[in-house]
Every structure is written in structure tokens, then in C-alpha cells.
Nanobody, 119 residues
Framework: QVQLVESGGGLVQAGGSLRLSCVVS????????MGWYRQAPGKQRELVAR???????AYEDSVKGRFTISRDNAKNTVYLQMNSLKPEDTAVYYC?????????????WGQGTQVTVSS
């Protein structure tokens, strides 16, 4: 059974930084494209960054140049470094594996980690 455990969120002022972590178990992590998703109140969950098994990365336009996704296969962990945070980045952040069509691979999600950016 796949388990996804996110951490690292918090309350930060606009312009600040946070680093999110997601530990994954129950799957062959190193072979998976992994992604960070976020869901703001009243909005659908969206994919904001993904990283392939060979560490090729891609970002949603609104976070390009500010967020960096990385992975440590030895620790089964994917990270999201978030810099120059904006109030519109406020959301619950989740990780999941990503399919070729940018859909979440696993039906089950972790608890997420709340990121709140104050203006």
C-alpha cells in the first residue's frame, strides 16, 4: 500500500521561503515521475511541478523561476523548494506520482501540508 507523507508547510510572509518534503513508501519510488500538487480553498487541485525518474523537471507557469522540485531516491523523498512566495501560493500541498497525462497515479493521497502566505 502506497503511503505519502508531506511535511514542511507553515505560515510565511510574502517573499519568504519554505521547503516541503514528501516521503513515499510502498512503491518503487526511483522509477516514478513524482509531482507536487496544491489545492486552494474553493479550487480544484492542480499540478505545480513534476520530476521524472531521471530528474527532468517541469513547472506550472505561475511558479516557474520561484519553485524548484528535486528528489533523493536513496531516501524515497521528493522536495519542493519555494522561494519568493506570494499570497496566491496559499494552499494545501500534496505529492503523488504523475502519469504521462499529468494525472495523479495513486488514488490515495497523504494528509498534505498547509502553506499560508501572508501579505
Amino acid at each position: 500500500q502506497v503511503q505519502l507523507v508531506e511535511s514542511g508547510g507553515g505560515l510565511v510572509q510574502a517573499g519568504g521561503s519554505l521547503r516541503l518534503s514528501c516521503v513515499v513508501s510502498g512503491t518503487i519510488f526511483s522509477r516514478k515521475t513524482m509531482g507536487w500538487y496544491r489545492q486552494a480553498p474553493g479550487k480544484q487541485r492542480e499540478l505545480v511541478a513534476r520530476i521524472t525518474s531521471v530528474s527532468t523537471t517541469a513547472y506550472e507557469d505561475s511558479v516557474k523561476g520561484r519553485f524548484t522540485i528535486s528528489r533523493d531516491n536513496a531516501k524515497n523523498t521528493v522536495y519542493l523548494q519555494m522561494n519568493s512566495l506570494k499570497p496566491e501560493d496559499t494552499a494545501v500541498y500534496y505529492c503523488n506520482a504523475v502519469t504521462n497525462w499529468d494525472q495523479a497515479l495513486f488514488d490515495s493521497w497523504g494528509q498534505g501540508t498547509q502553506v499560508t502566505v501572508s501579505s
